[in-house]
């Protein structure tokens, strides 16, 4: 699973005038440009922009329609060109969202490493120094912030995860449910690993 949306602003393509035998009846119209205002999603980027071009196809037939009239033909639009940004997903060509798998031991976050993934934990228990999270736990949070790990993560037994971009686009609405989520595993590790009371500093 994964995906995008991108905002398309404007487009353009050739249009030719083709009767049913296929010849041409009128002078193509070269670089037809419409401009819009409209998002496309699609599983890859490929994807929302081909689903654009269609779109696009269709308005550059509509903007040379009043040409066709009294002529038998219709328009065909090739080369058709998108300008486009992304709004969310399609981050640097990475899966949006991805099941692994750990054998016990292995590290599954290192600290200091950046990564803009956090993770769900779907099997087996995750250490996070002394901390353990079972399944349904949610890590990883700095992903929402400079993106630096502040922790090791071990995989405590064989553990699957699933790690999930933060510009994955299903997290649009799901965000604050997200961001209680973490309060309450940042709950749990306070209560476990109470703040440690510093009585005395020797300074060289």
Not at 12 to 19: K, Q, V
Not at 74 to 102: M, N, P, Q, T, W
Request: glycine share 10%.
């Amino acid at each position: 699973m994964g995906g995008g949306v991108i905002i398309v602003n404007k487009g353009s393509g050739d249009a030719y005038f083709l009767n049913r035998q296929g010849k041409e009846v009128i002078d193509p119209s070269r670089d037809v440009e419409v401009r819009i205002n409209e998002e496309f999603p699609g599983i890859t980027l490929n994807d929302a922009v081909e689903e654009a071009k269609r779109f696009i196809m269709g308005a550059i037939k509509k903007k040379v329609a009043q040409k066709m009239r009294g002529f038998d033909c219709c328009a065909v639009i090739r080369d058709i060109k998108v300008s486009y940004k992304i709004k969310f997903g399609f981050a640097g060509d990475e899966k949006l969202e991805r099941e692994i798998h750990f054998k016990e031991g292995d590290q599954i976050l290192k600290k200091g490493d950046t990564g803009s993934e956090f993770f769900w934990i779907k099997e087996g228990i995750v250490d996070i120094e002394g901390v353990e999270y079972y399944p349904g736990s949610v890590f990883g949070r700095a992903a929402f912030s400079d993106g630096i790990r502040k922790k090791n993560a071990y995989a405590k037994t064989d553990t699957t995860v699933i790690a999930i971009n933060k510009n994955h686009p299903e997290l649009i609405n799901k965000i604050p449910v997200l961001l209680e989520k973490f309060a309450e595993e940042v709950k749990k590790i306070k209560e476990i690993r109470p703040k440690a009371k510093i009585d005395k500093v020797d300074m060289e």
